[in-house]
């Protein structure tokens, strides 16, 4: 970690220095040969003072010829020579949680990291941890800006991932592990030196503070700190479906520099084509987990236009599901979102490519965005259908969600990934509130594939909810109990037969199924709010 105050101490003497060391060491001089001169002419015995009165008149010569040439030098260092400026800082509170996520519950991997949005712009990061335990570091950075620079925008990038039971939710019947959830999220934030009132050698002190609800998949705040206490400094939302600002393209490319040993030659042909170390090159720049490289190697191209969609399609369609990295489909998406923002027309096939990739890594609400970007005419792959209707469905699309999966359902295909489609075509009903087209939905499912215990639950909660059939929902519920071998499902189902049996007035029965339910999903607001009622509940106190 950069010490900030003997940096700070360090700098001020390098400008004081800089500005008037020249003159400073001159006059120190002059007056050093001046008192040797009349000490030699005054010791010296009078056959020899003729030799030193000589020495003395060329010493004083020289003090004005030296006085004359260090005015100079001290003005044009003070007044006209363009100092090297740089501004210096650091953001403490970062997240560095290099784990490996396994099971759903466990702990999730995060890392933060900040960047200037201007490839032009040069950073240099030191690092120092803060809290290991909890994967907390600091981050100290010194930016060499151009001249009269009156702001400085950075980018903070917030990467996660996360397992998710989603047993329930695979079209593959003999998937029965956790799903990752990958997803990196940038927010960019604006600081204004004048406003700030910063002072070069001053060091720029940033706070980080994750959000209080959710510190996995949501960014927090970013604080200044003055001598007047935090002042938060507000996002700026780097919104994928509006057009962004064009970066330039770094005028030293390092990464072609690479490849092509200096060579000014284009990355791609007219054609599309590219040398396949440009590819493996770009491929990996684009997943790094630095985030000034990303941007640098998205930078590439961005500036070929739509010379790089057969890079983008390739890379997209070489990798099976389970080896998509989520920054390098972000990094793509984000590519192909900029190119088109300079009039250019992107194919279907790479959009499709991006809506499934998105798909894979979690990504829900890019994926939806570039299903909408390839419109409604037919999926060659019917399990598209299936993938944009859940992609829907997670943003709240909800009618367009229905009717890709009536689409999906409506195939020739596996019993359990129909079943499968009527489940989520119930969990949309539920939340149009269509309750009963939610449980014909659950009951096709069942029917399709009886081993479905989150079908089973469903039923049985639409009808405690209700408060009817409450005997055939307990029956219900205990059916899903016991098929089901998730953690949290089985919290949800520990809950909903909690709430049945409140329904049914036995209270003292239901509070510890929905007490062990909000022990194992503490932040779940509707078991939550079931276990506040039963506890308020004379008969279960």
Not at 9 to 22: D, E, P
Not at 368 to 397: C, E, H, I, M, S
């Amino acid at each position: 970690m950069i010490q900030q105050e003997s940096v700070s101490t360090i700098s001020k003497l390098s400008q004081l220095l800089a500005a008037h060391g020249v003159y400073a060491l001159t006059i120190i001089f002059i007056f050093y040969q001046q008192w040797r001169a009349v000490k030699n002419l005054n010791s010296a015995k009078p056959p020899n003072q003729i030799h030193f009165r000589r020495v003395h008149i060329s010493a004083v010569a020289g003090t004005f010829v030296l006085v004359i040439l260090s005015s100079i030098v001290w003005i044009y260092a003070t007044f006209f020579y363009p100092a090297k400026s740089y501004i210096q800082g650091y953001v403490a509170g970062l997240t560095k949680r290099d784990t490996d996520p396994r099971n759903a519950g466990g702990p999730p991997k995060i890392m933060e990291a900040i960047s200037p949005e201007s490839l032009d712009l040069n950073l240099y990061i030191e690092t120092k941890d803060e809290n290991p335990a909890e994967g907390k570091y600091n981050l100290g950075w010194v930016l060499f800006p151009p001249a009269n620079m009156q702001s400085v925008v950075f980018v903070l990038q917030h990467e996660y991932e996360v397992a998710k039971a989603e047993n329930t939710l695979s079209l593959d019947p003999h998937f029965l592990g956790n799903s990752i959830e990958r997803k990196a999220i940038e927010k960019k934030f604006t600081l204004n030196l004048q406003e700030i009132a910063y002072s070069p050698g001053t060091p720029i002190q940033l706070m980080y503070e994750a959000d209080h609800d959710d510190q996995v998949q949501k960014i927090g705040k970013i604080y200044l700190r003055t001598s007047h206490g935090p002042i938060c400094i507000p996002w700026e939302e780097i919104a994928p479906d509006k057009k962004v600002a064009r970066r330039k393209p770094s005028k030293n490319n390092w990464l072609l520099r690479t490849v092509y040993a200096g060579s000014e030659e284009s990355s791609f042909k007219e054609n599309g084509d590219y040398d396949p170390a440009l590819g493996r090159m770009l491929e990996k720049r684009l997943s790094d987990s630095d985030l000034k490289t990303q941007l640098m190697a998205r930078d590439v191209l961005v500036s070929n236009g739509t010379r790089s969609f057969k890079f983008i399609r390739d890379t997209l369609n070489h990798a099976l599901p389970s080896d998509h990295n989520s920054l390098l489909v972000s990094n793509l998406g984000a590519a192909v979102l900029e190119i088109e923002s300079e009039g250019n027309n992107t194919p279907r096939d790479i959009q499709l490519a991006l809506a499934k990739s998105f798909y894979d890594v979690g990504d829900n609400e890019s994926s939806a965005l570039f299903f909408n970007k390839a419109g409604d005419k037919p999926f060659d792959q019917v399990d598209f259908y299936f993938y944009r209707g859940w992609a829907y469905f997670k943003t709240g699309q909800y009618d367009k969600s229905i009717e890709s999966l009536r689409e999906f359902a409506a195939r020739d295909q596996d019993p359990y990934a129909k079943a499968v489609a009527h489940y989520s075509l119930g969990l949309n009903y539920g939340k149009r509130h269509r309750d009963q087209d939610a449980i014909l939905a659950y009951k096709a499912a069942i029917k399709l594939y009886p081993n479905f215990p989150s079908a089973y639950n469903n039923i049985a909660y639409l009808y405690a909810d209700r408060g009817i059939h409450l005997d055939k929902a307990l029956s219900l519920a205990n059916q899903a109990l016991a098929l089901e071998r998730d953690p949290n499902e089985l919290a949800n189902q520990k809950d909903t037969k909690g709430w049945i049996l409140y329904k049914m007035g036995r209270c003292k029965e239901a509070l510890p199924f929905v007490q062990d339910a909000a022990a194992t999903l503490t932040t779940d607001d509707t078991i939550k709010k079931h276990l506040k009622t039963l506890q308020k509940t004379k008969p279960c106190n």
